[in-house]
């Protein structure tokens, strides 16, 4: 049948199953719009700032497990979208990006929003295609579909030229063929020998560590995790995008690991002689300096991405392939275990460090944000998604807001994005329309794009906004407080009124400065049946403990004062 | 050291910027690049020498892995290769140096493929510190530009680097 290129690309979207996108419409897309109405099973979300869109698509996969796709228009709109390709290549997102380009005769000669996009995104994506010919639309984008989802998943971005979406292909059919990439290598299998030796391994240590990554979860890997986990005993630590993983519950899950995790969790980690890897990548935040790190532990890292291994920290053992597959490999070969002993060890490590918790300290009627995020977590149901946006409450989120089911933690964690919190959780609730969906953003992050909440009342949807509002750029505060003698240099920050704001978009707001009035605030914004937007007004000087310093071994902390000092509440 | 790296890439747009921009991006620095068709419709060849340690060098070869466009990534340095390199150097002639630069000339098998009355120019391939050797002798006689095309390279022996079944290319 005859198709435009346009068309071509709608058939494409529809074949690959996607019933959501999001995009912004400009000169060099038109076509494409043009051509949407005869496409009514995809929704299309219309975002306030193509960055915006982008993350949007980004929770949207992150939840769902499905490809997110973003759109762009030439130019800008293509430059828009940059930072959310940054982010979802950093996570290992599977996206693409479709942007328009300029007519293939005009690239070259700086046409009015012509920019070089695959130049641009060269760096990261994880593959990207322009685009100048109608019969190459179908081919490019089942590869990049394809590049996008396998292996270690990531964005794809196909950039194509206007001429190419006006062009028609007359017989137009399409082709469902296997996808055959020469280059492209996204299927490992370790060997037999390297699954004993790690099982050997794990069988003769004293003190292991499970270090658990995004891998687990993008791996869908999580009931193998599990009964490798429960079957020898061996506590776990998560990073944060690891979050979700591993119920936050389970007697073996210690917490979160690395620059803010628990002293417990980073000490056994130091003090461990084997850590066991399973997709993670001893990110910086997560190993402090390498030349202390875990020096006494022998490394298994089971990995997807061969780059990854022996990259930061060189390992005795590295199984490379699909992580669900190779745990089910290992898991027979490894003996039961109790490890009371080093159990009991991690145990009293634990107890003495919650004495200092705020959440565990009398209520001295100010509000930290410790106690908002606590009490979220005790209202909402397990299966409520959350999302965050960068910053100290992404920190104190990963803390005190326990995942205890897979996929319902939406977190920037290797770009630290910020402005991705709003967005992300519209994306999300359009993924799982049926479940609550809450995000929690600083005052700092939330203003970056703010805009989106005009998306959430143009889209009818409902996601719940919590402001942790201390009035500074809190985790840039913080560091200027530790290591630059207080010198809050652009951090303190004025913000408009977020009731008033959110009630100018049609929204609900809210406003709370205690933790009874955080408690009511919470309950009724489940309860309203629209969106709400709660301003916490959360003590303003506080931090992030414990901390590990950039740069500094793992186990030197910078532990939480014993004794709380609070600024005096202005009345 | 200096490892000598054979990458073969699908023969597609954009593919050299991808290579450069990778070891631009995870800070290598390339000292030499050539990069030609081959005797396989569709796959182009580089070769490219690099400073760095062995694990530096196993690290680049996994990112170069990762490159959708790569198909196969060899290390010849430690295995029996030769190394050829091409530079063509313009000498001045109009001084009393005229018949040393035609004695070394001979010296070093090299050969003269431009003549005039003021110079000279002069085409000599070998492995690199042939040609650092030859510049060296000619720099006191007056050289007036040269061009180097840098390194490539081939394994010794009767097999074929390129592991064609496994690539899914075909002979042209």
């Known amino acids: 049948m005859k198709k435009s290129g346009a068309q071509i690309v709608w058939e494409c979207l529809v074949k690959e199953g996607i019933t959501t996108i999001f995009g912004y419409p400009g000169g060099a897309n038109l076509p494409i719009y043009d051509a949407m109405r005869d496409y009514p099973q995809i929704h299309h979300v219309l975002p306030r700032h193509e960055q915006g869109g982008g993350h949007m698509a980004d929770g949207y996969a992150r939840v769902s497990g499905k490809v997110g796709v973003a759109m762009g228009t030439s130019g800008p709109g293509a430059t828009n979208l940059v930072t959310a390709i940054a982010t979802a290549h950093m996570d290992s997102i599977p996206m693409v990006f479709i942007t328009a380009q300029v007519t293939s005769k005009l690239i070259g000669y700086d046409a009015f929003q012509e920019t070089d996009v695959t130049g641009i995104t060269l760096p990261i994506t994880k593959h990207n295609y322009l685009v100048t010919d109608v019969e190459d639309i179908m081919p490019t984008l089942r590869e990049a579909f394809y590049i996008a989802k396998s292996g270690r998943p990531g964005p794809v971005l196909v950039d194509i030229t206007k001429d190419a979406q006006q062009a028609f292909v007359s017989d137009w059919e399409y082709d469902d063929t296997q996808i055959v990439l020469k280059g492209y290598r996204p299927d490992f299998t370790p060997a037999a020998s390297s699954i004993q030796q790690a099982a050997d391994l794990i069988n003769s240590a004293k003190r292991p560590v499970i270090l658990a990554g995004h891998g687990v979860l993008m791996g869908n890997a999580m009931s193998e995790f599990k009964e490798f986990a429960e079957k020898n005993n061996v506590p776990v630590a998560m990073t944060l995008l690891g979050m979700g993983g591993f119920p936050a519950h389970h007697p073996l899950n210690l917490g979160m690991m690395g620059m803010h995790g628990e002293s417990w969790v980073n000490t056994a980690i130091q003090e461990a002689d084997l850590l066991l890897a399973f997709g993670m990548r001893f990110d910086d935040r997560v190993t402090g300096s390498l030349n202390s790190y875990a020096r006494n532990a022998k490394k298994i890292h089971i990995e997807i991405d061969p780059s990854e291994v022996n990259k930061n920290v060189r390992v005795d053992v590295g199984l490379i392939g699909n992580i669900k597959e190779i745990l089910a490999q290992v898991t027979p070969l490894v003996e039961k275990n109790e490890r009371a002993e080093w159990r009991k060890v991690i145990a009293d490590l634990k107890g003495e460090t919650a004495v200092r918790d705020i959440v565990n300290l009398p209520d001295s009627g100010h509000l930290y944000a410790a106690h908002v995020i606590n009490e979220l977590r005790r209202l909402v149901s397990r299966d409520t998604i959350i999302t965050t946006d960068v910053g100290q409450h992404q920190m104190w989120t990963a803390q005190y807001f326990k995942i205890e089911e897979a996929h319902t933690m939406v977190t920037s964690g290797g770009l630290g994005t910020m402005g991705f919190g709003l967005p992300s959780a519209i994306g999300a609730k359009l993924a799982k329309p049926d479940r609550e969906v809450w995000t929690v953003v600083g005052d700092g992050g939330f203003q970056m794009t703010a805009a989106e909440l005009s998306t959430i009342a143009q889209e009818k949807i409902k996601v719940n906004v919590a402001i942790i509002n201390n009035g500074f750029l809190g985790m840039v505060r913080q560091w200027q407080e530790f290591f630059y003698d207080k010198n809050y240099a652009s951090t303190p920050m004025i913000s408009p009124d977020f009731v008033k704001l959110a009630e100018a978009h049609g929204l609900k707001g809210l406003r709370a400065s205690t933790r009874a009035e955080a408690q009511v605030a919470i309950q009724e914004a489940r309860e309203y049946p629209g969106s709400v937007v709660i301003d916490f007004r959360v003590e303003q000087e506080d931090s992030v403990y414990p901390m590990v310093p950039a740069g500094a071994a793992l186990n030197e902390m910078i532990r939480r004062p014993s004794v709380i000092v609070e600024t005096p509440q202005d009345e | ?172």
Do not use: C, W
Request: aromatic share 4%; hydrophobic share 40%; net charge negative.
């Open chain 2, 1 to 172: 050291m200096l490892h000598t790296l054979v990458i073969l890439v699908e023969d597609k747009p954009g593919v050299l910027n991808r290579i450069a921009s990778l070891f631009r991006r995870r800070t290598y620095n390339i000292e030499s690049l050539t990069v030609g068709h081959t005797d396989i419709s569709g796959l182009s060849r580089m070769t490219i020498t690099v400073e760095g340690t062995q694990d530096h060098i196993e690290r680049l070869t996994a990112y170069l892995y990762k490159l959708v466009n790569v198909i196969q990534v060899e290390d010849l340095t430690n295995r029996k290769m030769v190394s050829r390199d091409l530079a063509l150097i313009k000498v001045n002639t109009q001084t009393e140096k005229r018949t040393e630069i035609f004695q070394m000339v001979e010296v070093f098998r090299a050969k003269v493929v431009d003549v005039t009355t003021e110079s000279l120019i002069i085409e000599i391939t070998g492995t690199d510190e042939k040609i650092n050797g030859f510049i060296e002798v000619m720099k006191p006689l007056g050289i007036i530009e040269m061009v180097r095309t840098g390194a490539v390279a081939m394994e010794r022996g009767s097999d074929s680097l390129i592991n064609l079944p496994e690539s899914g290319f075909e002979k042209k």
